[in-house]
């Protein structure tokens, strides 16, 4: 069984930072597309930044230079670290595992976890 644990999320305020883990079971993220997408109350899901097998990242330009996807295979963790974060950032994250779609930050995976909520006050 395949288990995604998000956790890092909490309030912080604007310009600050924060760093979200995904921590999974039942799968080695090295072998897949990895994701984190976010999702803010009344809007679509939308997909934040991937990481392929060999390291390759697709990011989302609304973060762009803010924040950056990692993994560590030993530990079988991904991580999201956000950096001078804004209000607009205000979501629930989301890690998601493998791709089954066109484009990377599209919402085809068939893994998702619980979410992390991350909140962003001016």
């Known amino acids: 069984e395949v288990q995604l644990v998000e956790s890092g999320g909490g309030s912080v305020q604007a310009g600050g930072s924060l760093k979200l883990s995904c921590a999974a079971s039942g799968l080695r993220i090295s072998n897949y597309f990895m994701a984190w997408f976010r999702q803010a109350p009344g809007k679509e899901r939308e997909g934040v930044v991937s990481i392929n097998g060999l390291m390759r990242t697709t990011s989302a330009d609304s973060v762009k230079g803010r924040f950056t996807i990692s993994r560590d295979d030993s530990k079988n963790t991904l991580y999201l670290q956000m950096n001078s974060l804004k209000p607009e950032d205000t979501a629930m994250y989301y890690c998601?595992?493998?791709?089954?779609?066109?484009?990377?930050?599209?919402?085809?995976?068939?893994?998702w976890g619980q979410g992390t909520q991350v909140t962003v006050s001016s």
């Open positions: 998601a595992a493998l791709f089954t779609g066109t484009h990377p930050l599209s919402p085809d995976y068939q893994y």
